[in-house]
C-alpha cells in the first residue's frame, strides 16, 4: 500500500468521522431544545431529522474508508469482493442522503416531504444496486474501451444526487443571504462529482490529483453540512413562538398582525386587491378557531381545496411586501402555517389568539365553510 493511499484512506476516516460525530451532537441538543417547535402541530410525533441521515451517510464514509484501509493493507483492492462491498456502502450513503433531502426546505418539490416519489427514488436505488451487483458478478473489474463497466450505474446514481443536493443547498444558503457558502457548496459537491468519475474512466485514475480532489471536496462538505446546521439552529430561534403572535381580521382584506420577535406590533395590513390571499389566509384562521382539531388543516395539492404551494407562499410575500420589513425580519411561510404531513397545512397562531369582526364572519361563513 502506497503512502498516498494510506494517508487519503486515514484522513478520509478521521474527517468523516469528526463531522458525523459533531453532526450527531448538534442534532441532539437541536431536539432536546427546541422538541416543541419541531413536533408541532402533528399528531404523530415529527422530528426533523436531516441533520442526522447526513451525519448517518458521513459515518457511512467512515465504513468505507475503513474498508478501503483494510483492503489495501491486505492487498485484496482490486478483487471483485472489494468492489462489491464498495458498491454496498455507496448504496447505502445514497439511501441517506437521499432521506435528508427529504427534509430539506429547498430541496426540489418533488422531493421535499414527497413520500410517495422518495420511496419510488429509493426503490430505483436499490434496483441500481442490484445491476451493479449483476455487473460486478459477471465482468468484475474488467475494462471496456477504458471503462470500467461494473461501476456505470453506481456513478450514474451518484451523479444525480450530487445534482439534487448541490440544488437544495444552493437554495437554502441562498435563501438564508449566505452567498458565499452557497457557491463553496456548489464547487464541493462538483469536486465530489469529478471525484467519483476515475471510478468508471481509468484514465483518468491519477492516484495523488484524485486522492487529494476527494479529501478537498469531503472536507469541504463536512464543512457545508456544519455550517447548514448552524443556520437551523439560528432559524428555529428566531422562530415566531405560537402564543406570542396574534391576527384581528377588522374587515374584508383588512387584518391587525402582531408578531413581537418579528418587529410586528398591530400593525395593520390592507390586502387590497389580492382577494385570493386573503381569503385564503381567512379561510386558515377560521378552521384554525372554529373548527375541531381534526378539521383545521387544508389540503394544498393539485386536488386540494387550495391547488398549489406558490398560493402559501404569496400571502408571505405580500405579508412582507406591504409590512416593508428587513432582511432579518422578513417572514417566512414556516412562521405562520404549519406543515403537518400529507398535503396538509394550518395555521400556528393558537385560537385564542385569532380575532374575527362579528359582521364579517356572518358575511364570509358560506365562503369559507
Known amino acids: 500500500m502506497n503512502e498516498v493511499t494510506q494517508f487519503h484512506n486515514l484522513s478520509h476516516i478521521c474527517i468523516s468521522f469528526i463531522g458525523a460525530v459533531l453532526l450527531l451532537a448538534i442534532y ?13 402541530g402533528s399528531s404523530i410525533k415529527r422530528v426533523d431529522r436531516g441533520l442526522l441521515y447526513l451525519s448517518f ?69 436499490i434496483a441500481v444496486f442490484t445491476l451493479t451487483l449483476i455487473l460486478a458478478s459477471v465482468v468484475g473489474n474488467e475494462i471496456f474501451y477504458g471503462i470500467k463497466l461494473a461501476s456505470v ?3 450514474l446514481l451518484t451523479t444525480f444526487l450530487c445534482f439534487l443536493m448541490g440544488i437544495s443547498f444552493y437554495r437554502t444558503f441562498m435563501h438564508r443571504d449566505l452567498k458565499l457558502v452557497a457557491f463553496i457548496s456548489i464547487i464541493a459537491i462538483t469536486l465530489l462529482f469529478v471525484s467519483q468519475l476515475s471510478d468508471v474512466f481509468v484514465k483518468l485514475d491519477d492516484n495523488f490529483t484524485n486522492q487529494l480532489i476527494r479529501i478537498i471536496a469531503k472536507t469541504s462538505l463536512v464543512s457545508v453540512f456544519l455550517v447548514l446546521a448552524t443556520s437551523w439552529v ?10 406570542e403572535m396574534r391576527i384581528q381580521f377588522l374587515d374584508w382584506s383588512l387584518i391587525q398582525l402582531t408578531i413581537p420577535s418579528k418587529g410586528i406590533i398591530n400593525e395593520k395590513i390592507d390586502f387590497g386587491s389580492k382577494t385570493t390571499q386573503y381569503k385564503n389566509l381567512l379561510n386558515f384562521a377560521y378552521r384554525r378557531k372554529y373548527m375541531d382539531a381534526d378539521k383545521q388543516s387544508i389540503i394544498v395539492n393539485s386536488g386540494g381545496e387550495i391547488k398549489s404551494q406558490t398560493y402559501l407562499t404569496r400571502i408571505i410575500d405580500n405579508l412582507n411586501t ?28 393558537l385560537p385564542e389568539y385569532i380575532v374575527f369582526d362579528e359582521a364579517l364572519i356572518e358575511e364570509c361563513k358560506e365562503l369559507i365553510e
Not at 441532539?28 to 408541532?40: C, G, P, S
Not at 406591504?322 to 397562531?349: A, C, P
Request: aromatic share 14%.
Open 153 to 155: 450505474p453506481d456513478v
Open 234 to 243: 439560528i432559524q428555529l430561534a428566531n422562530t415566531p413562538k405560537p402564543n
Open 57 to 125: 451517510g458521513m459515518l457511512v464514509w467512515v465504513l468505507s474508508g475503513t474498508w478501503a484501509f483494510i483492503a489495501n493493507y491486505f492487498l485484496f483492492d482490486t478483487t471483485t469482493s472489494y468492489q462489491i462491498g464498495v458498491n454496498v456502502l455507496s448504496t447505502i450513503n445514497n439511501l441517506f442522503w437521499l432521506l435528508a433531502l427529504y427534509y430539506v426546505y429547498d430541496a426540489p418539490k418533488f422531493i421535499y416531504r414527497n413520500e410517495k416519489n422518495v420511496k419510488i427514488i429509493a426503490i430505483i436505488i
Open 322 to 349: 406591504i409590512l416593508n420589513l428587513d432582511n432579518d425580519e422578513k417572514l417566512e411561510r414556516k412562521d405562520l402555517i404549519t406543515f403537518i404531513g400529507e398535503s396538509k397545512y394550518r395555521l400556528r397562531i
Open 28 to 40: 441532539y441538543n437541536i431536539r432536546k431544545r427546541f422538541r416543541a417547535v419541531l413536533e408541532e
